[in-house]
């Protein structure tokens, strides 16, 4: 589709809901892959990036299934550590399986968003946490690969050079399983990481401080699988409130309190 065509003039009348918050649900279904067991996650939103995490998922070996707002993701054993280029292309965020994938295997091949150099999209802050965290790691034919000697990140104080929304989720994910606390400083501060962060902490991580600049993880050995609902997207709500506002409209925004 090359254009939307709008007629307005009408007043918007009657009740909505609101959607799971996409930007939630993507990182919380990557976290997915830190704990074996049957995790569920409710009020997730039936999107196409939810689909392709999902297809990304049992790429890795996940078992991972989305139905009536519903992703039910079971992991049992070894997975594999690799998240190719035909997925990773169709969705920037498919890079947030590499936090997980490295704390939880101690290696990860990921292709880079879109298959592009760093400088265009970057995900250098990520790198640049987990190499502070005693990960080695290199690039080769539009992929990077992590590795950590000896198995097991640590703890270390990363200070990001700007506000990067999922490299601090990308290094939560990786820092709650490593040896020893963990310091971000100049964190990302929007609701979804508070979010990511409720949800590592009932998994059994030891998280404080998401939602200001500094987050300080304290590294636990092992998690465990959640039922978790989604916080509703803020984003989502704000529209159709603006909206109604704006054709002097009632309506009746329903679950944002959910």
Excluded: W
């Excluded at 790429?59 to 280029?85: H, K, M």
């Excluded at 292709?111 to 802050?125: F, K």
């Excluded at 198995?151 to 820092?175: K, Q, V, W, Y």
């Amino acid at each position: 589709m090359d254009s939307i065509e709008i007629v307005g003039g009408n007043r918007l009348v009657g009740s909505v809901p609101v959607s799971g918050a996409k930007n939630a649900a993507l990182p919380i279904l990557t976290a997915a892959l830190l704990a074996d067991g049957e995790h569920v996650f409710r009020n997730v939103p039936n999107l196409r990036d939810v689909h392709t995490m999902t297809r990304l998922l049992q790429r890795l070996g996940a078992q991972a299934e989305f139905a009536d707002g519903r992703v039910q993701v079971t992991l049992s054993g070894p997975i594999e550590p690799t998240a190719p280029y035909d997925l990773v292309k169709q969705m920037r965020a498919s890079v947030l399986v590499l936090g997980p994938l490295v704390a939880r295997c101690g290696r990860a091949v990921v292709s880079l968003p879109g298959g592009c150099a760093i400088g265009a999209r970057p995900i250098d802050q990520h790198l640049k946490g987990l190499s502070a965290m005693g990960a080695d790691v290199q690039l080769h034919h539009g992929y990077v690969e992590v590795t950590v000697p000896g198995g097991r990140l640590r703890g270390s104080d990363i200070t990001l050079d700007f506000p990067t929304h999922t490299g601090t989720e990308n290094l939560m994910c990786a820092a709650v399983l490593a040896k020893g606390r963990t310091t971000l400083t100049n964190c990302a501060r929007e609701p979804e990481i508070e979010e990511l962060a409720r949800v590592l902490n009932k998994m059994g991580g030891r998280i404080e401080g998401a939602g200001t600049s500094v987050i300080s993880i304290e590294g636990v050995d092992s998690l465990h699988p959640i039922d978790h609902a989604i916080i509703p997207d803020r984003i989502e709500a704000g529209t159709f409130m603006v909206a109604a506002a704006a054709t002097a409209g009632d309506l009746l925004v329903e679950g944002i309190g959910f």
